[in-house]
């Protein structure tokens, strides 16, 4: 005769069993779970950001480097033009003005009504 019963198959309870806190340790299992995909979606989040703001703190870099080297070229071009001889020759080609010689600078005299040299 055979024996006919139903029986219960159960997993070995020793493999999950960690320190008899079962009651804790699934709960926790579970919330480590759902917390670990938004740690790396805030992560990643992160990451972009703070690539992001490296690349525009290198393109502030070389934008200022260029206006550094753009002030430098301008510098140099308005000290060649405040230079004195170049004063004088723009000064001949667009105004028809030249350095005056001894002869030409003459002084008024308010009392005798004359031009006289100095």
């Not at 926790?28 to 990451?47: D, E, Q, R, T, Y």
């Not at 550094?68 to 000064?91: E, H, T, Y």
Request: charged letters at 20%; proline letters at 4%; a positive charge.
């Amino acid at each position: 005769m055979a024996k006919i019963g139903i029986r219960q198959h159960l997993l070995p309870r020793d493999l999950f069993k960690l320190s008899g806190w079962t009651v804790l340790w699934r709960p926790l299992g579970k919330l480590l779970l759902m917390i670990f995909p938004l740690v790396l979606v805030i992560n990643m989040c992160v990451a972009s950001a703070i690539t992001s703001i490296d690349h525009s703190l290198v393109n502030v870099d070389n934008e200022r480097h260029e206006l550094m080297d753009k002030n430098i070229a301008l510098l140099a071009r308005k000290a060649k033009l405040w230079a004195p001889a170049s004063i004088q020759r723009m000064a001949g080609e667009k105004l028809a003005l030249y350095a005056n010689s001894g002869d030409q600078v003459t002084r008024f005299d308010s009392r005798s009504k004359t031009f006289g040299h100095p």
